[in-house]
């Protein structure tokens, strides 16, 4: 994908009569029709087409800007990669990079891939250090929670559960890298 970026002067403030999405970092605009968003970047403000999520300076993913809110969750679970052995006073290991990149595209493949086929934002989950060194992505609301457990081992299958507070319970396990329909279906119901 082509990112244009354009730096644009620390006072840029978009048309007020434009659709905006506003936070700290980040603010939503449409010029000509199209759909960008200005970041900050320290003391400037940064124009693209396209979040990246990167890490060491190597873009991991991109996201539309429809889905700025998992974009910021992404950034936010970053702190997972700074956790030492026994972080937690019970034994937990050190995050490897890999582990936390293969949650960061499974949550992107899907958000993105729901965005296009069925025009729907999907609802951002937390990102959490799991056990043995896996990371944890839970989509939770009053009605319905699912958790995905990614683990450190590439070569192991992905593991959920969800449940709706009562009755009905979902499990199994799955390859995060492929795009699973009952899972999807489960994640849409949430929204």
């Given at each position: 994908?082509?990112?244009?970026?354009?730096?644009?002067?620390?006072?840029?403030?978009?048309?007020?009569?434009?659709?905006?999405?506003?936070?700290?970092?980040?603010?939503?605009?449409?010029?000509?029709?199209?759909?960008?968003?200005?970041?900050?970047?320290?003391?400037?403000?940064i124009e693209v087409e396209f979040l990246k999520v990167e890490l060491d300076n190597e873009v991991i993913t991109e996201?539309?800007?429809?889905?700025?809110?998992?974009?910021?969750?992404?950034?936010?679970?970053?702190?997972?990669?700074?956790?030492?052995?026994?972080?937690?006073?019970?034994?937990?290991?050190?995050?490897?990079?890999?582990?936390?990149?293969?949650?960061?595209?499974?949550?992107?493949?899907?958000?993105?891939?729901?965005?296009?086929?069925?025009?729907?934002?999907?609802?951002?989950?937390?990102?959490?250090?799991?056990?043995?060194?896996?990371?944890?992505?839970?989509?939770?609301?009053?009605?319905?929670?699912?958790?995905?457990?990614?683990?450190?081992?590439?070569?192991?299958?992905?593991?959920?559960?969800?449940?709706?507070?009562?009755?009905?319970?979902?499990?199994?396990?799955?390859?995060?890298?492929?795009?699973?329909?009952?899972?999807?279906?489960?994640?849409?119901?949430?929204?």
């Amino acid at each position: 994908m082509n990112v244009s970026q354009t730096t644009i002067s620390h006072q840029y403030r978009p048309p007020k009569y434009q659709n905006q999405i506003w936070s700290k970092n980040y603010k939503q605009i449409f010029k000509n029709g199209k759909e960008y968003g200005v970041l900050r970047k320290g003391n400037k403000f940064i124009e693209v087409e396209f979040l990246k999520v990167e890490l060491d300076n190597e873009v991991i993913t991109e996201l539309p800007l429809k889905l700025h809110e998992i974009y910021r969750e992404i950034e936010k679970s970053k702190y997972v990669l700074d956790l030492e052995d026994d972080w937690d006073d019970e034994g937990s290991i050190t995050y490897k990079p890999a582990t936390w990149i293969r949650a960061v595209k499974f949550i992107a493949d899907y958000a993105k891939w729901v965005l296009e086929e069925a025009s729907i934002v999907l609802s951002t989950p937390r990102i959490s250090p799991g056990p043995n060194g896996s990371i944890d992505v839970l989509w939770k609301n009053n009605n319905f929670r699912l958790l995905i457990n990614i683990p450190e081992d590439r070569q192991k299958q992905a593991s959920f559960y969800g449940d709706d507070y009562g009755q009905e319970v979902i499990e199994g396990t799955f390859n995060p890298a492929k795009i699973n329909q009952g899972i999807l279906l489960s994640l849409l119901s949430m929204n």
